[in-house]
């Protein structure tokens, strides 16, 4: 196996044991370009879910903190929601961007 196939398909499985973090040190240490675009794909690719999460925690807290303690039953029900369904929204991104970096890391082994 290559080294720089191997280099490459870690950028991406990186997802499963040390996501954005391997990709990005993998790219500076790299002296290939394609195994340089490879991680910076992957680094870009596991960096989304953390700013999805910062962004949903953030939108949790401004909600939970700015919803009056005296709101009726359906504003209550409505905050739930919004938040549940940001919830599954932000499961499946993270469901889907893991499987897009196990395919990407095969490809890249072929």
């Not at 992957?42 to 962004?55: K, T």
Request: proline share 4%.
């Amino acid at each position: 196996m290559d080294q720089n196939k191997g280099l490459s398909a870690v950028g991406y499985l990186s997802f499963y044991f040390m996501p954005f973090i391997l990709p990005l040190i993998i790219f500076f240490v790299a002296k290939d370009d394609v195994v340089k675009h490879h991680n910076k794909r992957a680094f870009i690719s596991q960096l989304i879910p953390i700013i999805l999460g910062i962004v949903y925690i953030i939108l949790f807290f401004v909600f939970a903190f700015t919803t009056p303690s005296n709101a009726t039953l359906e504003v209550n029900y409505l905050f739930e929601s919004w938040i549940f369904i940001g919830f599954i929204i932000l499961a499946i991104i993270i469901f889907v961007i893991a499987i897009w970096n196990l395919i990407q890391a095969i490809k890249v082994l072929r």
